[in-house]
């Protein structure tokens, strides 16, 4: 009697955690441009891709929404200083990618990304998220859970990377301003840099010179290929908002 009432009962949960696993799987993300200026969002998909948008426009102070589900990794990113004819035709200063304005594949660097693999029963329902700046920065951007359980931090490159860059890294627009800052590894691809060859582990890799500017100024993103300790959130359940400018007032 009473084994039978014990085993029903943790039947029972486990049913309930079947039942959310299999339900509370899809992830709503709002991207959110704070930006005084229009950005054109990029996504890409890698492991089981969605119908998501591939490119959009998103005008100063715009939103959109997409949902993805579970199991879903990819990217975002923005693209600056776009120009597209009525049929989505033409290019961008920054973020540029094939395919005009729906992307059929990733950003050309240096560009900040936004980086998820959402939960799935195989994962223990949990949401991988980071910013990433290993191939340098254009715009600032943060992931703000919506909810969700775990650490659920944000996850942001808050601030103007294009003001501090290093002549040396600094990619400039026709006009001469400071539109992107690539990464040490985009601008010289040696060991050293990209974590390649002899520099290729964690323990061989370390944070370099160029690595620790973006570190000072984004403490909350990737600044190279093996800063994952500090930069990269787990969360289960919730939503997501991201945004371009995030320190800007929407
Ligand atoms: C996520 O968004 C979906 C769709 O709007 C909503 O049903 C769900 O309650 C949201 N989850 C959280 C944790 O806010
Ligand atoms: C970084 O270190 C390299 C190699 O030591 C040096 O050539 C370069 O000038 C340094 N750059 C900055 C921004 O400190």
Redo the contacts with the bound molecule.
């Keep these: 009697m009473a084994l039978t009432s014990s085993s029903s009962k943790s039947c029972a949960i486990f049913c309930i955690f079947l039942f959310l696993g299999n339900v509370a799987s899809?992830t709503?993300f709002t991207l959110q441009n704070n930006c005084k200026y229009t950005v054109w969002l990029g996504t890409l998909s890698g492991n089981n891709p969605t119908a998501l948008d591939t490119g959009l426009t998103l005008t100063s102070g715009s939103s959109f929404q997409m949902t993805v589900q579970a199991g879903w990794s990819g990217r975002f990113w923005g693209r600056t200083g776009c120009n597209f004819d009525s049929a989505g035709n033409g290019k961008c200063a920054t973020g540029n990618c094939l395919g005009g304005l729906k992307c059929t594949g990733g950003g050309v660097p240096p560009v900040t990304l936004v980086e998820f693999t959402t939960g799935s029963v195989g994962n223990g329902n949990k949401d991988f998220y980071d910013v990433s700046l290993v191939d340098g920065y254009n715009v600032p951007m943060g992931v703000r859970a919506?909810?969700?359980t775990g650490d659920c931090q944000y996850a942001s490159c808050e601030h103007d990377l294009n003001g501090n860059c290093p002549k040396e890294l600094q990619v400039k627009d026709a006009t001469g301003s400071v539109v992107a800052c690539k990464s040490a590894c985009v601008a010289f691809n040696t060991p050293e840099y990209c974590c390649t060859g002899e520099h290729s582990t964690p323990q061989t890799c370390s944070p370099t010179n160029y690595s620790k500017i973006f570190k000072n100024a984004c403490p909350k993103a990737y600044s190279y290929a093996y800063d994952d300790a500090s930069s990269t959130f787990t969360c289960s359940?919730?939503?997501y908002t991201i945004s371009f400018c995030p320190m800007e007032s929407s």
Excluded: D, E
Aim: glycine share 38%; net charge neutral; hydrophobic share 50%.
């Design positions: 899809a709503l919506i909810g969700g359940g919730a939503n």
